[in-house]
Structures are given as structure tokens and as C-alpha cells.
């Protein structure tokens, strides 16, 4: 099997790559999305999956305060790139960390699936129609607070584990309702749960919502090559606009921070929110700088969210190192 460094003295593509990947449904359905889109466009390309349980996934029932340490879920696939035991990991943005290990790098960002969130329920069919004091199940302080913002009634529940862990905790009475990512729901054929799709006014997406995202060594040209197709630039515009504001707040971490971006045009249009995870204060920006500038767009936003007090509200949070990945 051919990877890594190029043979010199052969200019012929490798036939085998290798992906890392979670065992979850949903990393797999990622994993296999990609291998399906290389194969077509590379015949001769064999995709092999590498399928590794992350620390994270050993740990998902335990409480947060005792995991520790930056994307769990992450970590172990870099360490399948470093060793060589993989050369392209697939991650779904949302759980990207903000910095890679050296050698290391985000190569590609994939077209964005929708970026919502989506109200699941077995009774009612909206966030409106719940009843007072209705039980409504997230571990997303995101999420949580603005759910609290909107119908400050509810009574917010731990929930954690895969997307269909989070099915079945619903379905066994535990809750009147869940919020998913609708894009985990679509991609594994759970459209029709989705009772109502969360506006973006309503509920903010946390960064990177939506968007898969291929990891490889950054000097691995032919690895890259055979990749960059897969880039989809507007995608990679808004997701590194919302990166760069939750890099700038120090935002990696388990906070409510909401950040969404969008293509308008030649302009790319930002949205930025953190809150109290009890929805008493909650602070807002937009944004909207040339679509080149996204990156700036990103640092204002975190500039503009800081000066309304946001420093403050991180700060008073509960310290954990716990990325998006354990609790959205
Ligand atoms: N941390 C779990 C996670 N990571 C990505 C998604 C959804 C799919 C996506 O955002 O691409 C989910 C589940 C969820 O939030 O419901």
C-alpha cells in the first residue's frame, strides 16, 4: 500500500487510502460519504475505512467534569494519521478542535448539509406547542439557552450519546422532546423524527454545524490532491468565519456560544451569540464583511461579542475542556 511520501520514480496515483474514522453512525455515514465521492471521482481508488472507538465514545455516559482533555474524539484519529495507520480522518466540523498537532491540518471542508436544529418529539410539533414545564432534553448549553431564552418554562434535561442513543432516550418517555443537529438526522434517514426545523433566529447553530471535514498531513500532496475536489469554498468561508470567532472568544470549550455564517453575495454575513446557559443575559453580533475577509469577520465578531461583556460570562462558566463534540 502506497502512502504518505510519494515514490519519485513512479508519478502513478496511490491505490489505496486509507480513512480514519468513529464507529458512530454518523461518523460512519461521514466516512463512507467521502469514500463514495473519491471512488467516483479516482476509478482505481480503493477507500478502505479505519474504524477506531474513540476515549470520547468509551466515556459517553460519563459526566463531562471527569472526561477531560480536547476532543476526545478527534485525538485518536490523529494519532491513526501520525502512525500512519490511516491518511485522511473525517470529522464532522462542529467537533474540530482549534488547533492541530503539528504535521497536521483541515485540508478540506465539504458542502454543508442543513445547518439547523431540529425539535424532536413524539407528541408535540413545535417548541410553541410544548406544555408548561415540559421536560426538554440537550446537553448543549447552546442550545439550552436559547431554548430558555424562548420559553423560559421548560425544564431543561442532561442528555447525551450518539444520535441514536438520543432517539431512544426520547422514545423511552425520558423526555416531551429533543433538539438534534438536523443534519445527523438527515444523513441517517431520521428526516421524517424532525417535527420542526428550529430557524436560525430561534436557535443560533454552534460552529461548523453541518459541514464534514477531512483532516490529513499537510505535506501529504498527493493525499491532498486526491482530496481537494471534495472542497467546497463557499462552505469553507462560513465555517472559518465561525472557527475564527469561537478561536478568538477561546470558545473551543463547553460554553454557549453560537456561531453561524452565510454567503450573501460577495459578502459573507456573520452571526455570533454567547449567553448564560440560564438564558439571563444574552449578547449578540452580526457581522458582515467582504466573503474574502471571513476571517475578520470571525475576529470582529468575538471583538464585538468581548466588548459587550462575553469575557465575563465564559469566565463565570464551570471550567471544563470539553469540546462541542461531547456535548452537542
Ligand atoms: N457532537 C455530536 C454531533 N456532531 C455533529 C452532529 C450533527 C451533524 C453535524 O453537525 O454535522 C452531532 C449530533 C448533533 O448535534 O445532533
Given at each position: 500500500m502506497m502512502t504518505g511520501k510519494a515514490d519519485s520514480t513512479t508519478q502513478q496515483a496511490p491505490r489505496t487510502l486509507r480513512i480514519a474514522t468513529r464507529k458512530s453512525a454518523l461518523a460512519l455515514w461521514q466516512a463512507e460519504y467521502v469514500k463514495g465521492k473519491l471512488e467516483e471521482l479516482h476509478p482505481g481508488l480503493t477507500v478502505e475505512l479505519v474504524t477506531m472507538v474513540s476515549r470520547g465514545d468509551k466515556l459517553l455516559d460519563a459526566p463531562l467534569a471527569k472526561i477531560g482533555g480536547k476532543g476526545l474524539f478527534v485525538k485518536e484519529l490523529e494519532h491513526a494519521l501520525l502512525e500512519d495507520r490511516a491518511d485522511i480522518a473525517v470529522h464532522s466540523m462542529k467537533d474540530v478542535p482549534m488547533s492541530f498537532p503539528e504535521?497536521?491540518?483541515?485540508?478540506v471542508i465539504c458542502e454543508r448539509e442543513d445547518p439547523r436544529d431540529a425539535f424532536v418529539s413524539?407528541?408535540?410539533?413545535s417548541l410553541d406547542e410544548l406544555p408548561q414545564g415540559a421536560v426538554v432534553g440537550t446537553s448543549s448549553l447552546r442550545r439550552q439557552c436559547q431554548i430558555l431564552e424562548h420559553r423560559p418554562d421548560l425544564t431543561i434535561n442532561f442528555l447525551r450519546g450518539n444520535v441514536n442513543t438520543r432517539l431512544a432516550k426520547l422514545d423511552d418517555g425520558q423526555y416531551d422532546a429533543i433538539i438534534l443537529a438536523a443534519a445527523g438526522l438527515i444523513r441517517l434517514e431520521f428526516?421524517?423524527?424532525?417535527?420542526?426545523?428550529?430557524e436560525t433566529d430561534v436557535s443560533l447553530p454552534a460552529g461548523g454545524q453541518g459541514a464534514v471535514g477531512i483532516e490529513c498531513c499537510t505535506g501529504d500532496e498527493e493525499i491532498i490532491n486526491l482530496i481537494k475536489?471534495?472542497?467546497h469554498e463557499q462552505t469553507a468561508k462560513c465555517v472559518l468565519a465561525e472557527r475564527a470567532m469561537n478561536r478568538t472568544l477561546n470558545?473551543?470549550?463547553?460554553?454557549p456560544i453560537a456561531s453561524f455564517a452565510e454567503l450573501e453575495g460577495e459578502q459573507v454575513h456573520l452571526r455570533g451569540l454567547v449567553g448564560q446557559p440560564d438564558a439571563s443575559s444574552i449578547l449578540r453580533t452580526v457581522q458582515t464583511f467582504p466573503a474574502e475577509q471571513y476571517e475578520q469577520a470571525g475576529i470582529q465578531a468575538a471583538e464585538h461579542l468581548l466588548e459587550q461583556g462575553a469575557g465575563e460570562i465564559l469566565a463565570a462558566l464551570p471550567h471544563s475542556t470539553a469540546t462541542n463534540a461531547d456535548t452537542e
Open positions: 504535521g497536521l491540518g483541515l485540508e413524539n407528541t408535540y410539533a428526516q421524517d423524527r424532525i417535527r420542526q426545523f428550529l475536489p471534495l472542497h470558545g473551543g470549550c463547553q460554553v
